[in-house]
């Protein structure tokens, strides 16, 4: 069993920074893929970014890709998420997940959620 809990949301202005972290309560987490999600008001869960367990690999949406970064460190059992240059259109729950097997875009293919937390982009 893995726990995930996402922290570094709030509230932020268009062109602005925030970075998000996922802390894992297990040791295994160091050889899982996480990934980030996020979900707006009234639409589905969407894929954001996800990174191999070694970190050697990650992929984006083509939304965020050139202004968001993800990275990870294994010691810390934290994933990280720096998101540069947010757009109003970046508001919604941010949530990370993990999973033992391949990244993967699709959220149905992970098996450990954390709770989310919630970015808010003013214009």
């Known amino acids: 069993q893995v726990q995930l809990v996402e922290s570094g949301g709030g509230l932020v202005q268009a062109g602005g920074s925030l970075r998000l972290s996922c802390a894992a309560s297990a040791r295994a987490f160091s050889t899982y893929t996480t990934g980030w999600f996020r979900q707006a008001p009234g639409k589905e869960r969407e894929f954001v970014a996800h990174?191999?367990?070694?970190?050697?690999?990650?992929g984006y949406a083509d939304s965020v890709k050139g202004r968001f970064i993800i990275s990870r460190d294994n010691a810390k059992k934290t994933v990280y998420l720096q998101m540069n240059s947010l757009k109003p259109e970046d508001t919604a729950v941010y949530y990370c997940?993990?999973?033992?097997?391949?990244?993967?875009?699709?959220?149905?293919?992970?098996?450990?959620w954390g709770q989310g937390t919630q970015v808010t982009v003013s214009s």
């Open positions: 997940a993990a999973d033992p097997r391949l990244p993967s875009r699709s959220p149905s293919l992970y098996i450990y």
């Open positions: 990174i191999s367990w070694s970190g050697e690999y990650t």
